[in-house]
Structures are given as structure tokens and as C-alpha cells.
């Protein structure tokens, strides 16, 4: 299992990354001072559903990995990452099935 998360840095940007390790490991490995996660999400899909939510969020971009997200609260993210997971499982276990 893997984890979609949300890092919320000093400048109001939030990171939105995936990690094999738990997030709060993960967020020491990170270079960058004063880091606090704003969720995380388990999935067995991290990479697509990272770029799932990064071309969702893409209008918020600063970067490649790094969004403008101050508009959006916990409950629409984890919504995002529920639906988004959902609908790559139905297709991945779809695909399986053939």
C-alpha cells in the first residue's frame, strides 16, 4: 500500500506528493523548514492518482508539484482523492477482468 499526501509549507503552498513510507516519514526526508501534513490518503494507485490530482489541480500549479490549494479544504481534497481513486480502480479492475 502507498499514500497520496498533502503538505502544507510556510508560504501557503501545499505539495502534493505519494510515498511507499508512512507521510509523517516522509516529510522529514523533505529539504524544505517548517513542513505540516494536511492529510494523506492510502491507495494502491499512488502514481496515477498522483497524477490524477495534480491535473485536476492544475490551475493552482506553482510548480510541479507544489499547489495554490488555500481555497479548497480538507473535505474537498479527501472527496477528490475518494472519487479519483474510485474511478482508477473501476478501471484497472475492468481492465483485469478481460
Known sequence: MAYIYFIDNDSGLTKIGRTRKHP???L????????????????EFDSKLEVALHNLYKRN???????NLNEYNISELKH????????????????NEK
Open 24 to 26: 509523517t516519514k516522509r
Open 28 to 43: 522529514k526526508e523533505l529539504p524544505f523548514p517548517h513542513l505540516r501534513i494536511k492529510f494523506f490518503f492510502e491507495t
Open 61 to 67: 500549479a506553482e510548480g510541479r508539484e507544489w499547489f
Open 80 to 95: 477528490s482523492c475518494e472519487v479519483l481513486n474510485e474511478g482508477i480502480d473501476a478501471v484497472f479492475n475492468v481492465n
